[in-house]
């Protein structure tokens, strides 16, 4: 690609870090911020460049959260369920939740899930600080939101040991058949798993 | 999407400007500038924002070239054909043929093809600009190289007239089956323009 001028391949080559940004991609992104005002493209360019700066991770529950407002929104709400924490993955999970409405509890962001494969060990993932979280004796059930994989097991067992000697209700959300899908189209093992897991009704 | 920290939000509205990106591709690409280090969002924000300072268009051709570079370096080349033009219709057009490596001559970006439903007249591309190139009576033939569409076609059919005075010779690139490509998949269109424009062979 010696046809573009240096600016325009720095551009590129920096988009192209980018998860699923390829060549293609970052020539036609690139020729779009040259076409557009160059305002829009000072805007984006700012908006990426002072992230880190702006947001740091809330040192109570380790979601995303301005660097000014620590802890976050979610831990400091007094309306909120402090006596219910979520436990998820990442940073993002919490928005996924959030997204539902219907969650009023407190969360907490593993930063992670075991993973031998990984190389990502129990002293890689927040959990001195969950069980700190316990210690005041205001929690009184932690809910597992981890995704249904091999890794999110060996988590939860492993985290299962560390929770036993805190009298607290410890759940998992419920896996099964998504709602509105067809059957048809559920997979063999979400389908077994729903059987196992199933409910008493009427 | 009220569950995000402001920045965030700012940064996820400013992403889903860019083309094709959704509020899901955006989330991911904000959290993904997240967990990488600080020093590369800053680098892309770096090379984003600064963009338009450091590109200009070529005031020869017309072409994308470092604001220090201009004329830029294919219309300063000694070792170029300045006797033929290519004519495309954007920048980005240049760098598709400069990967092929075969040519070697001069570009010229005209900024758009001709559109009553776009309202792209005359005036909005840079013709006169072609026409000055013309002047010097260097130039002995002009390539258009432009896709083919209505719009193509039109654009190609108004310049004929402003080309005609000038004693040069005016061809356009051969439109026909892609080479490596299955008869069976080439479109009708395609394929009659292919019948049309046959050679001679043998």
Redesign the interface.
Known sequence: ?R??????M??LT??Q????VGPK?A????????K?P?E????????????????TNCTICGS???LH?DP?RICEHPQRDHSVICVVE???D??IF??TGTYSGMYHVLGGLLSALNHVRPEDLRIPELINRLRGGEVAEVIFALSPSVEGSATVTYMLQHLAPHDIRVTQIAYGVPIGSDLDYVDDVTLSQALEARNEVG
């Open positions: 690609m046809y573009f001028p240096d600016s325009l720095r551009l920096e988009l870090k980018l998860p699923g991609t020539q036609r992104l690139a020729f779009h911020l040259l557009e160059a829009d493209a000072r805007r984006l360019g700012n908006a990426i460049g002072t992230i880190h700066e702006k947001l995303i959260t301005e407002d976050c990442d940073p993002d919490v928005s959030e997204r």
